[in-house]
């Protein structure tokens, strides 16, 4: 068979682990041939390819990024985009593909596979907002990333008595934001599941820092909204799947915060460094068995699937499970997080 390999959205690290895996397998166990799609989307769109064999794979294990590049190019975003995706298939002779991505590129692989496309998709995102898997490669590594900034963080805010404000990436769900709280120690944790009340994040700071100097780290993910719904900044710029281009809510925060209590407020704002760099060792292994179990489905021909993590084991679901509904933080979690609020 000849097998084309895609990564699409955002990068995370840990995509240049499925793409070995992948090319790996798929070469020594099964015989098969790769195509390197360039970009995402983009590749099978415009014939922009690459050559991809294990040679091309040597040493890209603990390097974050991809080797095949990235893009958020949709091809129902184009004219005859679907048509030109299936013929250039067919003229470079690739029989299936493995979509690596996120919901936007997992849901065009699922809407390709109603029209007939043979593929496989590989669940990426460093939100874990994706259903049907427990977590998604690249999550473990940029929570590492959040933490070790909050653990830095808090050495500052004690030396100078402050309220540290830390926007980390989750634009729907406060995956991140919730698990690099509970790890981090962070005072506050607000995420976009729960609009939260600036009132009640001032009053639980004030009750924190009159005890004595309680320097805070508030935790707020960029898609975090106050109840009132007045404090979002946004450009209004949208890309090619519609996403508001988002950012603000942790300075808007910061100066409400020192506005209301009076204590001094910083914000960092860790945007793409969470998406950079090595993957850990988690991921690295988590990506291997999903790049590995993708090669499988790949073999078997079982087609619009997607390889899932589920009770430590590795099987295959509908794409659609993936992609239907979005998997936002459980409230059991939320609940852990709240109780060291303040
Ligand atoms: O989807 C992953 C993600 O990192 C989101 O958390 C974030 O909102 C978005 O990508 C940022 O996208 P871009 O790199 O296109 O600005």
Redesign the pocket.
């Known amino acids: 068979m000849r097998v084309g390999v895609l990564t699409g ?2 990068d995370c690290p840990g995509l240049n682990a499925v793409i070995r895996a992948v090319v790996r397998k798929g070469e020594q166990s099964y015989g098969h041939e790769f195509v390197g799609f360039l970009d995402g989307w983009r590749g099978p769109l415009e014939r922009r390819t690459m050559p991809l064999d294990v040679e091309h794979c040597r040493g890209i294990l603990p390097r974050g990024g991809t080797i095949l590049g990235s893009s ?1 190019t949709n091809p129902y975003k184009v004219e005859d985009g679907p048509a030109r995706v299936k013929e250039n298939m067919a003229a470079l002779g690739v029989d299936a593909l493995v979509a690596i991505g ?1 919901e936007d590129t997992l849901g065009v692989a699922h809407k390709l596979s109603g029209e007939g496309v043979a593929v496989v998709g590989v669940p990426k ?3 874990n907002d994706l259903s049907g898997t427990e977590v998604t490669f690249g999550f473990h590594t940029a929570v590492q990333i959040v933490v070790d900034a909050i653990d830095r963080l808090h050495t500052t805010a004690e030396s100078h008595d402050r309220v540290l404000v830390c926007e980390v ?3 729907h769900a406060g995956w991140i934001a919730t698990y690099a709280g509970i790890a981090g120690g962070a005072a506050e944790v607000l995420v976009p599941e729960v609009p939260f009340d600036i009132d009640h994040v001032c009053a639980d700071l004030t009750r924190r820092h009159e005890k004595g100097r309680f320097a805070s780290i508030v935790v707020v993910a ?1 898609g975090a909204k106050p109840k009132e719904g007045t404090m979002v900044l946004s450009s209004g710029e949208v ?1 090619a799947f519609g996403h508001v ?2 950012g603000g809510i942790g300075q808007v925060l910061a100066e409400e915060i020192e506005k209301r209590t009076g204590f001094e407020t910083r914000v960092t704002v860790l945007g ?1 460094i969470q ?1 950079g760099g090595t993957p850990t060792a988690f991921d690295r292994v988590l990506a291997t068995r999903f790049g590995v179990a993708a090669i499988d489905a790949i073999h078997a021909r079982d087609f619009g699937t997607m390889v899932a993590l589920r009770a430590g084991a590795i099987i295959r679901v509908p794409l659609a499970e993936g992609v239907d509904v979005l998997k936002t933080v459980d409230p059991e979690l939320l609940e852990v997080a709240e109780l060291f609020h303040g």
Do not use: K, Q, S, V
């Open positions: 959205g955002g958020r996120g995102t460093i939100d990436m989750g634009r960029e890309d281009r988002l793409h998406r």
